[in-house]
């Protein structure tokens, strides 16, 4: 089995499982109770979040543990909106946002808030100028995604926050779902004020992600109750998924140190491979990319069909983002680029982990061109 | 890289005559101390001036660790350049290229320290200037707000050249002071008393009273993260924590309810005093302030103080809450202080603690029941515990999981 699919999810590591099995085993105390078992689990958590915020250069007041990605982009998106509403009505978002992002921004419009949708070039970047030109006296929020799941572009974030710094009433948001650990991130140097991340997406396990909030910031909950995570997030924490998701990003970023050459050895051997196949279009492109998405175009397959095809032969990659697979629409960011609806709907994603081999591409180039020519008759019929 | 070291500036040690060579000592025990995981990293200090060479060491991360240290004025990365104008042209252009000096403002400000240099200080300068001004375009010279303020100084063995200076945290380097012991309680007031004793070079150890089942564990948790907290400042800390659960139980039982509290402080100020002087102190370090509390009046503090004549240091003694809260902002002490457990001083808190106790009526009580074995037990029972800002040490059951 050849596993591409690593921005759909990515398989646990065993060391990080182990983790989860022996916390959830050993300490498996609500770390609200007062008795000993309560404070051990408080000390793990605190330990957890204490290695989290090293790792990601910010400090341990500034992150809040969630579900995952979508909660993080939810509850950061809503919490703006609802404690900085006397503040202004509008925000600033891209078209090529994750759809946790994007609905959530449909749900605000419905209750009388105003977006701006920015469009992208060519490249699939947002233009810092066209944030520029968006921003109003009332712009309460910007949101722009890192690394975008869908082509890999990387958005000018570093540039956008400088930006951002004249305007101290309008906050940032950056959904970092994709970009950790794969492509660095300072919170504080690029001025961000929220970001959100997922732990499977590194290796760890669904059900755990972290928000980032700029220390003195407020956000109004998303979900109320007993006032866990300092009242920013009540629920009794996932302790076992949240230790797991400490130590899944220390080894990912160990990862990142060892391997991130050769990951991009691995991209740039698929790119190449790829393009020379008659028919491809690569729709990854060739700069501000982030080293382990490529999404390419099959002239006239179908992406779903041949996706089904490559299953056959052991190979997993999938149709767009997985997230909007599933209805099978066309790619928005591919469709925002200007590529047309021919290349937005035959759209390839493979998405690489760090362990994944020149072998594996290799391999994965073969069968590609094998059923390419498999399935030709039948697609040109 | 640009800098290749950093050039540290001492506070108040400058003026402090034949003591300095301790001071400097001091200084530069803790200097490296704090940088002690960047082992390629060396150090030179004379009397005027210490030295930090990088050696390829991150920058950034040190100066950001040297902020913290107390003794230390200001400090400044630096380009360190053999005594040959030529050299020292080509390095100052060199620094103004890599800072992007195009279309800026700039000064230079030399300072001849080596009077055996040929070249004096406005000579220096106007040589410098020029140099800059003909190989960087759209420099312009602006003396008064220069965006870039280029430093050379002139010194015996080179001339350092740097555009920076950073503010440091002042004060005398800790341990320079000799050493006191710290009333710490969990509260607001007791860590921010202590940096500022530490600020004036005291080296602290934490003393705190520990009462269960009647204070829970997380209570002597906080201290013990207050206790990290405080470590940050010269990377250790050292924490008694005294079982008083037995003696704060017979205080309770035998002496009148508004005089329990007077009585429980001076049972403490006394174990305190015994462990200051096994540990080789000559201090303690409260954080009272004056009238804040019923043990905080002047009355309170004249019976209290009668058991000791060891000088008790208290450093916010005349200082507004607000303020006070303002530093345990700053050194991020508050939301550990904040944290909502009971602790040694609020428990037990009777409904009217007198304010206006006398030293007769609290020793007289004290004659009820025979505290001195209890005392001596207490002291002879305390956990000791070492404290590092790294959690080295600390270096837990919990290792293997993350």
């Given at each position: 089995m050849i596993y591409f699919d690593n921005s759909a999810t990515t398989k646990p590591k065993k060391e990080v499982l182990d983790t989860f099995y022996k916390v959830a085993e050993n300490?498996?105390?609500?770390?609200?109770?007062?008795h000993h078992l309560g404070l051990q689990a408080e000390n793990l958590l605190s330990q957890a979040r204490n290695q989290i915020a090293t790792l990601l250069k910010?400090?341990?007041?500034?992150i809040i543990f969630t579900s995952g990605g979508t909660e993080g982009n939810n509850f950061i998106i809503k919490g703006v909106a609802e404690k900085y509403r006397n503040r202004g009505h509008h925000m600033i978002t891209t078209m090529i946002e994750h759809p946790s992002v994007l609905n959530t921004c449909i749900q605000l419009e419905n209750n009388g808030f105003d977006v701006t949708y920015l469009p992208v070039d060519e490249t699939g970047r947002v233009r810092v100028e066209d944030v520029k030109r968006a921003l109003?006296?009332?712009?309460i929020l910007v949101s722009i995604m890192h690394?975008?799941?869908?082509?890999?572009s990387v958005q000018p974030i570093e540039k956008i926050g400088e930006l951002l710094k004249n305007h101290p009433k309008t906050l940032f948001h950056v959904d970092h779902v994709q970009g950790v650990t794969k492509v660095p991130l300072d919170f504080h140097e690029s001025n961000v004020d929220f970001a959100s991340i997922s732990s499977h997406k590194f290796h760890g396990l669904k059900g755990t992600g972290a928000i980032y909030i700029r220390k003195g910031l407020k956000l109004a909950p998303l979900l109320a109750g007993g006032?866990?995570?300092?009242?920013f997030r009540s629920g009794t924490e996932n302790l076992a998924g949240i230790v797991a998701m400490a130590k899944a990003l220390r080894l990912g970023m160990l990862d990142y140190e060892a391997k991130i050459d050769t990951m991009m050895d691995v991209r740039d051997f698929l790119i190449n491979e790829l393009q020379l196949i008659e028919g491809v279009k690569m729709n990854?492109?060739?700069?501000?990319?982030?080293p382990h998405i490529i999404n390419f175009s099959v002239q006239g397959f179908k992406a779903e069909v041949l996706v089904h095809e490559l299953e056959q032969h052991g190979l997993y990659v999938s149709t767009t983002s997985a997230c909007s697979s599933r209805t099978n629409e066309p790619s928005r960011t591919i469709l925002a680029m200007g590529l047309g609806e021919e290349r937005a709907t035959t759209s390839i994603r493979i998405s690489l982990s760090f362990d994944n081999t020149m072998e594996e591409a290799k391999q994965a180039v073969a069968i590609i061109k094998q059923s390419i020519k498999n399935l030709k008759p039948v697609m040109r019929g | 890289m640009i800098y290749d070291q950093i050039l540290v500036r001492y506070g108040e040690i400058s003026t402090k005559g034949r003591n300095r060579g301790l001071f400097v000592d001091k200084l530069r025990e803790n200097v490296q101390y704090v940088l002690?995981?960047?082992?390629?990293i060396k150090i030179k200090a004379n009397r005027d001036r210490m030295y930090i060479i990088?050696?390829?060491?991150?920058l950034d991360e040190v100066c950001t660790r040297l902020k913290?240290?107390?003794?230390?004025?200001s400090f400044s990365p630096v380009v360190r350049v053999n005594k040959d104008m030529e050299l020292i042209k080509e390095s100052s252009l060199k620094l103004f290229q890599k800072l992007h000096a195009q279309g800026k403002t700039f000064k230079v400000q030399a300072r001849?320290?080596?009077?055996?240099?040929?070249?004096?200080s406005d000579e220096m300068n106007n040589l410098l200037g020029g140099h800059l001004l003909q190989n960087i375009e759209g420099l312009t010279v602006d003396v008064?707000?220069?965006d870039l303020e280029l430093k050379v100084e002139v010194r015996k063995d080179a001339v350092y050249l740097t555009c920076e200076v950073i503010k440091g945290a002042g004060?005398?380097?800790?341990?320079s002071s000799g050493k006191a012991m710290l009333m710490l309680?969990?509260?607001?007031d007791s860590p921010v008393a202590g940096y500022m004793a530490m600020r004036r070079g005291l080296l602290l150890e934490g003393v705190h009273f520990y009462s269960p089942p009647f204070t829970s564990e997380r209570s002597k948790q906080k201290v013990i993260d207050l206790g990290k907290k405080l470590a940050g400042v010269n990377g250790q800390f050292i924490l008694h924590i005294v079982p008083f659960t037995e003696i704060q139980q017979l205080i309770y039982e035998k002496v009148h309810e508004n005089y329990a509290m007077t009585i429980m402080r001076r049972m403490m100020l006394r174990i305190t005093d015994e462990i200051r002087e096994r540990q080789e102190g000559l201090a303690i370090v409260t954080g009272e302030s004056l009238g804040q509390v019923a043990s905080q009046t002047l009355d309170s503090m004249f019976t209290i103080n009668?058991?000791?004549?060891?000088p008790i240091i208290r450093p916010?003694?005349?200082?507004d809450k607000t303020d006070i809260i303002k530093i345990a902002e700053d050194i991020d002490t508050l939301e550990i202080s904040n944290r909502p457990y009971e602790d040694c001083c609020t428990i037990?808190?009777?409904?009217q603690p007198k304010t206006k106790p006398k030293r007769d009526k609290a020793n007289q009580y004290e004659t009820?029941?025979?505290f001195e074995p209890l005392l001596q037990k207490a002291v002879n029972h305390i956990e000791t515990i070492k404290l590092s800002s790294q959690d080295e040490n600390q270096q837990n059951v919990f290792a293997d999981l993350f």
């Open positions: 300490y498996f105390g609500n770390p609200s109770s007062v910010t400090d341990e007041q500034e109003r006296k009332d712009t690394v975008n799941n869908e082509i890999g006032g866990q995570e300092r009242g990854t492109p060739k700069q501000n990319t982030s | 002690r995981d960047f082992p390629r990088l050696n390829g060491e991150k913290n240290v107390f003794g230390i004025q001849r320290a080596d009077k055996e240099f040929p070249y004096h008064h707000h220069p004060g005398l380097p800790v341990g309680s969990g509260g607001i009668e058991v000791t004549n060891t916010l003694i005349s200082m037990f808190t009777p409904a009820h029941f025979d």
